[in-house]
């Protein structure tokens, strides 16, 4: 499990530009707006606002104890308590369904698009839990997988639920939010699918559902992974969607990622931040920009998250680094 010690930190929002904003920005305010409105004496510990993040948020808070307004939700909800309680409970009743769950760290909980929720209690504090919020545009774009058109609202409403999976995306998530990686949108975007993917595959009430992840295209032959690995090297300073290089590929994104990995060994996302790194080295040895306009070229959200980023790929500081290319 995450360690909660030391993991208040400060809301950060990350940097971003006219051509950096989500194509339907009061999308991307609802899903942030939602956790306000339903958690309003809840402590904000942490929040994915302002990452650009595509039809999918994250907020990390510190419950009290006591009763939580219960507003209808327009996105998936999927709760993780990362830091819980050994005897806090959560009480929460949709209709017949009532559900009384020690909140102990590692705890889910699911509430789909458009359960309507009758009361929430929460008995004791509880320091750190996650909420992932996942916008209908999710399950939508997974339709195309499907032999049907998927609803959302055909997921259960469930709590305790045992799913390692979804726990270690839920982390994934957390700690992207926690510090920006250089690649971080399109890694969100990986986790985002991959979730959807299962709690439709897993949790859905509607058994006709049937995904056909093979149907269409979905392999990267050689042209298409040249024209792929192109654009990235073009626009390596650039911001990166997996929907645009999924469009250069003419593939889904629900097939691209997985593609892309079969043809390179790599996931599309660590690819493209090795890249940014070794962008980073060239620019160094250079040595007309200073780190933190390096930083920011290479899309990383600080000059502190740059230099430990690049510590960790070649071994040694980017101080460090122009300093020994120069000698």
């Known amino acids: 499990m995450l360690d909660p010690a030391g993991a208040r930190v400060q809301i950060a929002k990350g940097r971003r530009d006219a051509a950096d904003e989500p194509e339907d920005e009061d999308q991307m305010t609802r899903l ?12 904000l510990i942490l929040s994915s606002e302002g990452r650009g993040w595509d039809g999918i948020g994250t907020q990390v808070r510190r419950h009290p104890a006591g009763e939580i307004p219960v507003p209808v939700p327009d996105q998936m909800e999927v709760t993780l308590a990362i830091a819980g309680s050994q005897t806090g409970r959560v009480e929460r009743r949709s209709g017949s369904a009532f559900q009384n769950t020690t909140a102990r760290p590692g705890t889910l909980w699911f509430c789909p698009i458009g359960v309507t929720e ?17 916008a209908k545009s999710q399950f939508d774009s997974l339709s195309e997988l499907s032999s049907r058109s998927l609803s959302p609202a055909s997921i259960a409403y469930l709590a305790d639920v045992n799913d390692e999976l979804v726990r270690q995306i839920c982390q ?17 975007d990986c986790l985002a699918q991959s979730l959807v993917a299962h709690l439709v595959s897993d949790y859905s009430h509607d058994s006709r559902i049937h995904l056909s992840p093979d149907s269409g295209p979905s392999k990267l032959d050689d042209a298409r992974l040249r024209r792929v690995l192109d654009y990235i090297y073009d626009n390596i300073d650039q911001d990166l969607s997996l929907s645009k290089l999924s469009e250069v590929a003419c593939l889904s994104k629900h097939h691209f990622a997985r593609a892309f990995r ?3 060994g790599t996931p599309p996302y660590r690819f493209i931040s090795e890249r940014r790194l070794d962008h980073a080295l060239n620019l160094l040895k250079d040595g007309q920009l200073s780190l933190a306009e390096i930083a920011y070229i290479c899309r990383f959200s600080s000059q502190a998250t740059f230099t430990r980023a690049f510590r960790r790929h070649v071994g040694t500081s ?3 680094y122009r300093h020994l290319s120069r000698t």
């Open 318 to 320: 980017p101080g460090e």
């Open 118 to 134: 009758d009361s929430i209690r929460i008995t004791e504090t509880l320091p750190m839990v996650q909420h992932v919020f996942l």
């Open 172 to 188: 994934r998530i957390y700690r992207e939010a926690q510090e920006e990686t250089s690649s971080g949108k399109i890694l969100i």
């Open 32 to 43: 942030e707006a939602f956790g306000d409105r339903k958690f309003p004496a809840a402590e």
């Open 262 to 264: 079969e043809a390179t």
